[in-house]
């Protein structure tokens, strides 16, 4: 079979009867229909409005201190630091004016395993000696005696009275580092850094969707959301301060302030979500089972495992790898990533094969290669499915007719098939007319865009101190 090839339905008729029913009820079972779509996306609406009316609603709707979309013109050097799911990031991005490109240098710092579980001194450790590796291996200053500025990406849910502070209010993405939730990690990352006496002054904390949609307004001003579709999954937009009521704060209510919306929460009490047996096990398996109930049935953290499960089934009812010992690797919690997912879908039989040995150290036949493939099909399209009511949910309550999604993440970068799935179901959940000449909600790119986001902000931030609009900035010390 070539690679990227159906699995046919005479490939699906060859299987043994037993394994063609689980197959029809797996893929049953992941099947969202245009009708659940937009039920989903109804619901999201009422959680996102819950979210800005009253603090402690299932989702936290988070006022991020980001006032309106940057005009384009900010400029000058910044430090970011970004710390997602799976990589630390460090880089030093350079604005320019009059639209030339910008320009950033980075390195990558390995995120060991462990640190998920380690102590913030650990991670704060590990932050600040990589800051500090940066510095000097890239000869960073600013030709002043002033501290460069530094931007934080921190991409896990904070609640923010200033844009340069933020209480951590939970753990998300498999993280649990202990002396963390209920702190100002602004306050231990400025801490750490003094302790090393780094030449950095932190300007901003910021999430990564507030930051992948500042990154493309930046050039793009059709942009009117920023969508992370990775690790985790969370998007963010711009609302008038008079439309969230539970802000307390004297700015004109027509202000736009960025929404992160920490969506991965939806439906947390699960009153609309279709879960499978395999979803429940992944939050009943969770070191926080009642937490992020729609990130774990959508994000890339997750697809792999939804994956293994049902591989793991199919074993167990003799279906699968019969014969096999199948219980050293693919018993194994998050052995196999959304990488192994989409490489089912897009990979040569022969390569499949291969990552089965591989990775799992099973030998995959014919039925096995032609059950997996149409099981990573219906995960990764159910996940992209999902992805839209969420953004759905934003346009609908806004009142948006068009305008770019701006998405960052792996699953919307690296998943060959995610953008078509995601625009196919966007229009059945709008009800886009089939004779458009365009699409009016695009997905566009915005790779990079939790480190430049960073820099755009810290420069906004720094422009508003300086107008002396300081109203939810903190700026302690000297930067300008
Ligand atoms: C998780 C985090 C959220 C982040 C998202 C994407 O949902 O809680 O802050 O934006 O992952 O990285």
Partial sequence: MAAGSDTTTRDVRLLPAALQKELKRIEADFTLDTAMLK???????????????????????????????????????????????????????????????????????????????????????????????????????????EPLPLGFTFSYPLAQDYIDHGKLKTWTKGFDIKGMEGEDIAAQFRSSLEKRKLPVKLVSVIN????????SAYLDPETIVGGIFGTGCNAAYMENVGSIPKLKTTLPKDTKMAINCEYGAFDNSHQVLPRTKYDIEICRESARP?????????????????????????????????????????????????????????????????????????????????????????????GARLCVCGIAAIIKKKGITKGHVAADGS????????????????????????????????????????????????????????????????FEGSTK
């Fill in 208 to 215: 990564d969707t507030t930051g992948a949609m500042i990154a």
């Fill in 290 to 382: 009642d937490e992020q109930a729609f990130e774990k049935m959508s994000a890339g953290l997750y697809l792999g495992e939804i994956f293994r499960l049902v591989m793991l089934d199919l074993h167990e009812q003799g279906l699968a790898f019969k014969g096999q010992n199948a219980f050293d690797e693919l018993n194994q919690a998050f052995r196999l990533d959304t990488e192994f997912l989409s490489g089912m879908e897009h990979n040569t039989d022969k390569e499949i094969q291969a990552r089965f040995e591989k990775t799992l150290n099973l030998k995959a036949g014919r039925d096995e290669l032609v059950v997996s493939r149409r099981v990573a099909e219906s995960i990764a399209l159910r």
């Fill in 39 to 145: 039920k989903i996306t109804e619901r999201f609406v009422e959680e996102l409005r819950e979210g800005l009316e009253k603090p402690n609603q299932n989702l936290a709707m988070e006022a991020t201190w980001v006032l309106g979309y940057p005009s384009g013109k900010e400029a000058g050097s910044f430090l970011v630091v970004d710390l997602g799911g799976t990589n630390l990031r460090i880089c030093w991005i350079t604005l320019k004016t009059n639209a030339q490109p910008t320009e950033m240098e980075q390195k990558r710092y390995a995120l060991p395993a462990s640190i998920k579980t380690a102590t913030s001194d650990e991670l704060w450790d590990l932050i600040s000696d990589s800051v500090s590796d940066f510095i000097k291996e890239f000869k960073l200053h600013n030709g002043s005696s």
């Fill in 411 to 474: 699953v919307a970068i690296k998943h060959p098939g995610f953008r078509k799935r995601w625009t196919q179901a966007m229009g059945e959940v709008l009800d886009w007319p089939s004779n458009r000449t365009e699409d009016p909600i695009i997905m566009t790119n915005a790779e990079d865009g939790s480190g430049i986001g960073a820099a755009v902000i810290s420069a906004m931030t720094i422009k508003r101190k300086n107008d002396g609009l300081t109203e939810g900035i903190k």
